[in-house]
């Protein structure tokens, strides 16, 4: 299923592309901090031209760090909203809070995504997507709280769940078949709860996202067998957003550090889009676009965009 936002689908024929602009000054990637509103702005001006779908804007590092308040939050997020609306009118923008205060306010700016990468942690934010009519990420963190990082995390097939797993067009594997099919099943069960509260709270499904979360609340091999099973999330009937950029889980596949997971975030890039993820969250937005847009061909979901060889 592809993302829609305000009555407008993102993508076309291929996964869209939503490119990182953090503001803030500590997030782990480098080169995606923006220390304040101007630079903020210039990296959207190069993700547009680099073929960006959508903006995600954030103003909290994701991890450990130094607290920021709500305020403060408002104070770095709420003029880059409001600048990109003003200057993009067409662009959809994506806001990355977990927190009411900060979604009502940029709501009220003209955002038009919700991404909400601590699971529902404030239950008001289904709320606020419904009131204005935009779009809510739902997300599986396994229950830790935001800003916290994992510490040898576990997830165990419960005989009920194994039973509910046989189910095949979930994409879920026979229990047993894999140690990891708990963890599968545990984001299955937790998405899938969300977004029937989204739906039930007023937010058009079409809109809402549902995002495995990688790392959050998961070990590498987590992460990693949670890629491979992309299908079991796409099952789930709504659009299905993949933050892989990057990320350590990729790092340590590798044994690369994070200014050298660039091909390694590709290579995944292309398993899920393979297996029908609609959105991937990138801090490199051409090399993502080319990605999708070879993947979209090689399924046939669109033409190449030239093909004279051998009949000319």
């Known amino acids: 299923m592809r993302l829609w936002l305000r009555g407008r689908q993102l993508g076309g024929d291929r996964a869209a592309v939503m490119a990182v602009v953090n503001r803030t000054s500590d997030s782990f990637y480098a080169a995606a901090r923006a220390g304040d509103t101007a630079a903020a702005l210039?990296?959207?001006?190069?993700?547009?031209?680099?073929?960006?779908?959508?903006?995600?804007?954030?103003?909290?590092?994701?991890?450990?760090?130094?607290?920021?308040?709500?305020?403060?939050?408002?104070?770095?997020?709420?003029?880059?909203?409001?600048?990109?609306?003003?200057?993009?009118?067409?662009?959809?923008?994506?806001?990355?809070?977990?927190?009411?205060?900060?979604?009502?306010a940029v709501a009220r700016a003209g955002a038009d995504l919700i991404n909400d990468t601590w699971a529902g942690h404030d239950g008001g934010l289904a709320a606020i997507a419904a009131a204005h009519d935009i779009g809510l990420v739902c997300s599986h963190t396994g229950g830790v709280p935001p800003r916290t990082d994992p510490l040898r995390p576990q997830?165990?097939?419960?005989?009920?769940?194994?039973?509910?797993?046989?189910?095949?067009?979930?994409?879920?594997?026979?229990?047993?078949?894999?140690?990891?099919?708990?963890?599968?099943?545990?984001?299955?069960?937790?998405?899938?709860?969300?977004?029937?509260?989204?739906?039930?709270?007023?937010v058009d499904p079409r809109s809402v996202l549902i995002d495995p979360t990688h790392d959050f609340g998961k070990n590498t091999a987590h992460s990693l067998h949670l890629t491979r099973?992309?299908?079991?999330?796409?099952?789930?009937?709504?659009?299905?957003?993949?933050?892989?950029?990057?990320?350590?889980?990729?790092?340590?596949?590798?044994?690369?550090?994070?200014?050298?997971?660039?091909?390694?975030?590709?290579?995944?890039?292309?398993i899920a889009a393979w297996s029908g993820a609609s959105v991937f969250r990138a801090h490199d937005v051409q090399a993502t676009v080319r990605v999708l847009e070879m993947v979209a061909v090689l399924r046939g979901d669109r033409p190449p965009r030239r093909a004279v060889r051998g009949l000319v």
């Open 155 to 202: 997830y165990r097939l419960s005989a009920e769940r194994a039973a509910r797993a046989r189910v095949d067009e979930r994409g879920v594997p026979e229990p047993g078949s894999d140690p990891l099919d708990g963890v599968l099943v545990d984001v299955v069960d937790t998405l899938a709860a969300a977004a029937r509260l989204a739906v039930a709270a007023g």
């Open 42 to 104: 210039a990296a959207v001006e190069r993700a547009v031209l680099a073929g960006a779908d959508l903006v995600d804007i954030g103003g909290v590092r994701a991890g450990r760090g130094p607290a920021v308040e709500a305020a403060e939050e408002i104070d770095r997020v709420l003029p880059v909203v409001e600048a990109v609306r003003a200057t993009h009118p067409d662009l959809p923008i994506s806001v990355d809070t977990w927190r009411s205060e900060v979604a009502e």
């Open 229 to 270: 099973r992309t299908a079991a999330l796409t099952g789930l009937g709504h659009p299905v957003l993949m933050a892989l950029s990057r990320k350590d889980f990729i790092g340590e596949a590798l044994d690369l550090g994070i200014e050298e997971r660039l091909e390694g975030t590709l290579a995944a890039t292309a």
